[in-house]
């Protein structure tokens, strides 16, 4: 199987060229019934969203919070971006209040705030595992489907990853490494790639290996496809055997195991590989749950998921809900 080198910007074309026409269509369906005075109990929103999100949504948060502002603008918002892990911790364990939180696992609202902070969630969307980097990386003109992890593990290339205990990409990161040692059946690849990224090398969420990138300080970082291609970065495409995008290798996947850091001080919590799925709630101490609950069934609705599919993630359509015991009313028919 090849490899591919893709440059997100003729990708950042054609994905603005469909969630253009997407917003349009949905514009347009709405339209009856502001010319009707049918305005929707909705229009009349306003209060404050808090939301704590993965490094990875903050360019389609930002989206996704400018479009609803612009439906109703007497709502506020308050973003906060961090690891999923660390933003599960925020209200599980300093207390802190939040409206939403989004993450770029959904095991993590499952192990760290289920069911004592939360009681349901919704799994929105997609993502891939790629290595980002520049053209003026080094070996950038090498990189390819042969010579990736050469590349990778040779003297005085700078490679970068996420912490695994805050960010789910860097436990993620481990877990391709895992995976490639099979799939090429290559005996050491694993201890070599994690050799090749030093601690040094490593930061609490990945998001924050872009200006280190970006700058020529690191040549290549381990990253969601999403945020390459956000960011203009020319990234390779794993083999989908390895980067954790398809449901039909979730056996496999399942062969990589990654220990990290659990609820309490001193515990740790095994995280099995699995497909990239995102995952978002309403935590039980949301100070504004009815306005969070509006913003969830816009984010899961077809100009949210437009928005989505814009910035390179691709959406779940419809969303999951495993279990629609604890599910609101509101979101049953949004769900499957």
Request: net charge negative.
């Amino acid at each position: 199987m090849q490899l591919r080198k893709v440059n997100a910007r003729r990708i950042q074309g054609s994905l603005s060229a469909m969630a253009l026409l997407a917003l349009l269509l949905a514009a347009c369906s709405a339209a009856p019934a502001a010319q009707t005075g049918d305005t929707p109990a909705a229009a009349e929103l306003e209060g404050k969203i808090i939301i704590f999100h993965a490094g990875s949504l903050t360019v389609p948060v930002d989206a996704l919070t400018e479009a609803f502002q612009a439906q109703h603008p007497k709502v506020r918002f308050e973003t906060e971006a961090s690891g999923s892990n660390a933003a599960a911790r925020k209200i599980s364990e300093l207390g802190r209040q939040a409206d939403l939180m989004l993450s770029s696992d959904y095991t993590v609202i499952e192990e760290l705030l289920m069911p004592d902070f939360a009681d349901w969630y919704v799994q929105f969307a997609r993502n891939t595992m790629v290595i980002a980097y520049t053209d003026q990386s080094l070996y950038a003109d090498e990189v390819d489907a042969d010579k990736w992890y050469e590349v990778l593990t040779r003297e005085g290339v700078v490679v970068g990853r996420g912490d695994p205990d805050v960010d789910p990409c860097g436990y993620r990161t481990l877990m391709v490494w895992q995976l490639a040692e099979k799939y090429y059946e290559l005996a050491g690849l694993d201890e070599s790639l994690d050799a090749a990224c030093p601690p040094q090398n490593v930061r609490p969420k990945s998001e924050g290996l872009l200006a280190l990138l970006q700058s020529g300080d690191m040549d290549y970082a381990w990253e969601y496809r999403s945020v390459a291609v956000q960011h203009g970065l020319e990234f390779v495409e794993l083999p989908d055997e390895i980067n954790l995008s398809k449901v039909e290798h979730t056996d496999f996947y399942a062969q990589a195991i990654v220990e990290i850091a659990g609820e309490e001080p001193g515990a740790s919590m095994t995280m099995t590989g699995k497909p990239i799925t995102y995952g978002v709630t309403i935590p039980q101490v949301a100070p504004s749950p009815d306005l969070a609950l509006e913003f969830v069934k816009f984010l899961i609705g077809p100009q949210g998921q437009a928005i989505m599919e814009q910035h390179g993630q691709p959406p779940i359509v419809p969303a999951v809900a495993t279990s629609k015991a604890s599910l609101p009313a509101d979101l049953l028919l949004l769900v499957e």
